[in-house]
């Protein structure tokens, strides 16, 4: 590297990191982006993307064993596990490449190292050819997240998994514990078991998928129990007795008794840390909370030029975030006004089978802030594009402030949701009451007609059920 002189030093080039360098070279300003493993972060090359790949491979092999249902005919149906494993590697790498081909059209320097803050304005860059030190007048912290590993049951890559075991198995698992039942847990759990391991989910919580609304958790866990799973809510797991080469013995409390049971394969996705570690972050000044960085609602560290974005930035973890976070602080850099990002207006996506997807309060979270509520309710037996497809299971669900009409959040379960759930993120964004969605005309015959549905039921002015 011969020019080390920048207007702007990114860390981290994940889905917050690489978004944030274009768009700051897009507004003119000189960039340098740093990446110590893979363009594109965990998301592209060990996250969202090939777990996608995965996920579609094991939805079209589901699909397959329904010929019958569509009057069509497929015999010796099966899969060939490493070639799922290479297409997802694929698709990833060819991500990969795209990050390359935009930084180069962009005018973004990438430098592939290891970075530390070494004082007000720079940044240390161990690389192959030796230590460089880069300076700008701004810096963002993009270095993301990990998972999470509680002791004991640490993973080894043999018989206990993290995500990116899962994403490149060395066997496919007979008889699977998924220790977690948030996004990462259940999209595993659906994968395999999908692919016929026998799958047992254990969450520690009073529900699986936590996070999501009490109706949606309970129609999720009937589905999934209805291809097999076996659902241990309420329950921990304590302990793991692994023998090499045989599997693991899983002790399991449940209501203050502790049962043990085998498997081959134990897969743990209990949440995620912050890369925090070696950055210098504390010595510059930055205020840490539980492995993330304390940001403003501008994603200001409170040090003068230095900013963080997505997972290291807190919750919520997702990838869209992190982006938008990205273009905020880049427009912020660059002299503009952009406005701040609303949490609850961010959607969560889950790619299990059924689908999963939300935006906005709970009904529950909504109660608890005081709201007066109206809730509507649209079943996907009512849709006749779904029944049409053969996904009649599924559910829409909206929560509206009583008094003002506003839409105070969404969720969903069952196909496509994940596609459907962006109509009412727009709608929060633009701030429509009930009455704009309601004299909103939605086509004929599609998945959306539902989400129509859910409004109208809300009112008591649902008209297919």
Same mark, same amino acid.
Request: hydrophobic letters at 40%.
């Given at each position: 590297?011969?020019?080390?002189?920048?207007?702007?030093?990114?860390?981290?080039?994940?889905?917050? @990191?690489? *978004?944030?360098?274009?768009?700051?070279?897009?507004?003119?300003?000189?960039?340098?982006?740093?990446?110590?493993?893979?363009?594109?972060?965990?998301?592209?090359? +060990?996250?969202?993307?090939?777990?996608?790949? !995965?996920?579609?491979? &094991?939805?079209?092999?589901?699909?397959?064993?329904?010929?019958?249902?569509?009057?069509?005919?497929?015999?010796?149906? =099966?899969? =060939?596990? =490493?070639?799922?494993?290479?297409?997802?590697?694929?698709?990833?790498?060819?991500?990969?490449?795209?990050?390359? @081909?935009?930084?180069?059209?962009?005018?973004?320097?990438?430098?592939?190292?290891?970075?530390?803050?070494?004082?007000?304005?720079?940044?240390? *860059?161990?690389?192959?050819?030796?230590?460089?030190?880069?300076?700008?007048?701004?810096?963002?912290?993009?270095?993301?997240?990990?998972?999470?590993?509680?002791?004991?049951?640490?993973?080894?890559?043999?018989?206990? +998994?993290?995500?990116?075991?899962?994403?490149?198995? #060395?066997?496919?698992?007979?008889?699977?514990?998924?220790?977690?039942?948030?996004?990462?847990?259940?999209?595993?759990? &659906?994968?395999?078991?999908?692919?016929?391991?026998?799958?047992?989910?254990?969450?520690?919580? =009073?529900?699986?998928?936590?996070?999501?609304?009490?109706?949606?958790?309970?129609?999720?866990?009937?589905?999934?129990?209805?291809? @097999?799973?076996?659902?241990?809510?309420?329950?921990?797991?304590?302990?793991?007795?692994?023998?090499?080469?045989?599997?693991?013995?899983?002790?399991?409390?449940?209501?203050?008794?502790?049962?043990?049971?085998?498997?081959?394969?134990?897969?743990?996705?209990?949440?995620?840390?912050?890369? #925090?570690?070696?950055?210098?972050?504390?010595?510059? $000044?930055?205020? !840490?909370?539980?492995?993330?960085?304390?940001?403003?609602?501008?994603?200001?560290? $409170?040090?003068?030029?230095?900013?963080?974005?997505?997972?290291?930035?807190?919750?919520? +973890?997702?990838?869209?975030?992190? &982006?938008?976070?990205?273009?905020?602080?880049?427009?912020?850099?660059?002299?503009?006004?952009?406005?701040?990002?609303?949490?609850? &207006?961010?959607?969560?996506?889950?790619?299990?089978?059924?689908?999963?997807?939300?935006? @906005?309060?709970?009904?529950?979270?909504?109660?608890?802030?005081?709201?007066?509520?109206?809730?509507?309710?649209?079943?996907?037996?009512?849709?006749?594009?779904?029944?049409?497809?053969?996904?009649?299971?599924?559910?829409?669900?909206?929560?509206?402030?009583?008094?003002?009409?506003?839409?105070?959040?969404?969720?969903?379960?069952?196909?496509?949701?994940?596609?459907?759930?962006?109509?009412?993120?727009?709608?929060?964004?633009?701030?429509?009451?009930?009455?704009?969605?309601?004299?909103? *005309?939605?086509?004929?015959?599609?998945?959306?007609?539902?989400?129509?549905?859910?409004?109208?039921?809300?009112?008591?002015?649902?008209?297919?059920?």
């Amino acid at each position: 590297m011969s020019d080390t002189q920048f207007d702007l030093v990114v860390i981290g080039a994940g889905p917050g @990191g690489y *978004v944030a360098a274009i768009r700051a070279s897009q507004l003119g300003l000189k960039v340098a982006c740093v990446e110590r493993e893979h363009l594109g972060g965990i998301c592209l090359n +060990w996250g969202c993307i090939p777990t996608k790949a !995965l996920l579609r491979s &094991s939805e079209i092999f589901h699909q397959m064993h329904r010929a019958k249902e569509f009057g069509l005919s497929a015999e010796k149906i =099966d899969f =060939d596990l =490493d070639a799922i494993v290479k297409r997802s590697r694929g698709v990833a790498a060819q991500m990969n490449g795209g990050i390359k @081909g935009l930084f180069k059209k962009n005018k973004v320097t990438s430098i592939m190292g290891e970075a530390k803050l070494a004082g007000k304005g720079k940044v240390e *860059v161990k690389t192959d050819k030796g230590t460089e030190v880069l300076t700008a007048k701004n810096i963002i912290v993009a270095t993301g997240a990990r998972a999470r590993e509680l002791p004991g049951l640490e993973a080894d890559g043999d018989l206990v +998994w993290t995500y990116r075991h899962a994403l490149a198995p #060395v066997r496919m698992p007979k008889k699977l514990l998924v220790i977690g039942s948030g996004a990462i847990g259940i999209e595993f759990a &659906s994968f395999y078991n999908t692919l016929g391991a026998d799958t047992t989910v254990v969450e520690v919580m =009073d529900r699986v998928l936590p996070v999501e609304d009490k109706d949606i958790s309970a129609f999720a866990k009937k589905q999934f129990e209805k291809q @097999g799973m076996k659902i241990l809510q309420k329950a921990m797991v304590k302990q793991l007795d692994r023998t090499p080469g045989k599997g693991v013995v899983a002790h399991i409390e449940m209501g203050g008794k502790t049962e043990t049971m085998e498997f081959d394969t134990v897969i743990s996705a209990v949440g995620i840390v912050g890369n #925090v570690e070696g950055l210098g972050l504390e010595e510059a $000044g930055v205020k !840490l909370d539980r492995t993330h960085v304390v940001t403003d609602e501008y994603c200001r560290t $409170g040090v003068d030029g230095l900013f963080a974005i997505g997972d290291i930035a807190g919750a919520p +973890w997702l990838a869209h975030k992190a &982006s938008h976070e990205g273009v905020m602080v880049a427009e912020l850099i660059a002299g503009q006004k952009p406005h701040p990002i609303k949490p609850n &207006s961010i959607a969560g996506c889950t790619y299990c089978q059924p689908q999963v997807a939300s935006v @906005g309060l709970t009904e529950e979270k909504a109660r608890e802030a005081g709201f007066e509520i109206k809730v509507g309710k649209f079943p996907f037996i009512g849709n006749g594009k779904a029944v049409a497809l053969g996904e009649a299971e599924g559910l829409v669900k909206t929560v509206f402030d009583a008094k003002t009409g506003e839409l105070l959040g969404a969720h969903m379960v069952g196909a496509e949701v994940t596609e459907l759930i962006q109509g009412y993120v727009i709608s929060r964004q633009l701030e429509t009451t009930e009455e704009d969605l309601m004299e909103t *005309v939605f086509p004929h015959p599609t998945l959306s007609e539902m989400m129509h549905e859910a409004v109208l039921a809300a009112y008591g002015r649902a008209l297919h059920i």
